[in-house]
């Protein structure tokens, strides 16, 4: 992915700090609670990760998620990891 995409990515995303509800057993969520947006995550060397593979991730991984974000309108985000596509809010095509 181009460098200045991710860096739009990031300024949009909000950081993991408060992202493991406890209500989830500290599981990071698919959807957002508000509007049930998909979500993806982004990893400290710029990955982006889908929620399953966020969740593979554990702590002492050398490259864990580090932020969330909702993806509203790309319809070609893919995992970094499984390269599953991660669903938009609005940019499906049907
Ligand atoms: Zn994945």
């Not at 969330?68 to 049907?94: T, V």
């Amino acid at each position: 992915m181009p460098r200045a995409r991710k860096a739009k990515l990031y300024r949009k995303a909000r950081h993991l700090a408060h992202l493991r509800p406890a209500h989830l057993n500290g599981k990071l969520p698919s959807y957002s609670m508000v509007g049930s947006y998909p979500l993806f995550y982004l990893t400290k060397h710029n990955n982006v990760l889908c929620a399953d593979c966020a969740n593979k991730e554990g702590k002492d991984s050398d490259d864990p998620p580090v932020a969330q974000a909702a993806n509203y309108e790309d319809p070609d985000l893919y995992c970094d990891a499984c390269s599953e596509r991660i669903e938009s809010a609005y940019a499906e095509k049907d």
